[in-house]
């Protein structure tokens, strides 16, 4: 449920601020989220979340979700790599700068699942052949998930060629999400640490369009 919405102008002009408060009756919490949208064309996005109880599950991700056209089907990151990484499957993984396409993120398991996400990510781009564009850059890191998939695309199939290879491209850009588990087994839960709680939590992250 929307419960307000505010547009504020800088006065010093070139800032446009559209600050947006919402409930989630569902799950018994309260979001705010800030797009700050700059004259260069830069937009910083804040995300907050607000559980009014803690008597709630675990969550299995907070962050956003977005589409883009399926001709930016190069994804150049800087963070963990070049493997897929999660919460807890990262060590593995050395921070540097690396690049493939968008088909390259998605892992082909036995069953679909959760696949292709980059934790430690300070930046990661998605560009088209001619080097156009969009760039999402963490404050200070994000994990990130760029996919020709939808969650619920994969979470609904069973075998692979039950789902459909779509004509756009889904990113997640989020703060953290819950690890995979399995330290003993395929079925042992995630530890403690690595499970996101449903607390109080925030985070920023910028768009820009991609730079060369």
């Known amino acids: 449920n929307l419960l307000d919405n505010a547009l504020k102008f800088s006065p010093t002009g070139g800032v446009v601020e559209i600050r947006v408060l919402g409930e989630l009756p569902d799950v018994a919490a309260f979001s705010e989220v800030t797009y700050t949208v700059f004259g260069d064309g830069e937009v910083e996005i804040y995300s907050s979340l607000q559980p009014s109880h803690t008597e709630l ?5 907070f962050g956003m979700q977005m589409t883009i056209p399926a001709a930016f089907d190069t994804m150049t990151w800087y963070g963990r790599g070049p493997h897929e990484t999660y919460w807890d499957r990262k060590a593995g993984a050395r921070v540097g700068v690396y690049s493939s396409s968008v088909d390259e993120q998605y892992f082909d398991y036995s069953e679909p699942q959760e696949t292709g996400n980059r934790t430690d990510v ?21 994990s990130v998930a760029a996919l020709f998939y939808t969650t619920e695309d994969i ?5 692979k060629y039950e789902m459909e290879r779509r004509d756009f491209i889904t990113l997640n850009l989020d703060h953290k999400q819950t690890g995979v588990g399995g330290e003993d087994s395929w079925g042992a839960r995630p530890l403690p640490e690595h499970i996101l709680e449903p607390k109080a939590m925030s985070y920023s992250f910028r768009l820009r369009p991609a730079r060369s």
């Open 57 to 61: 599950p675990e969550m299995p991700r």
């Open 122 to 142: 300070h930046w990661v781009s998605l560009t088209r052949s001619d080097g156009a564009g969009i760039e999402a850059v963490g404050s200070p890191q994000l």
């Open 155 to 159: 979470e609904e199939a069973k075998h």
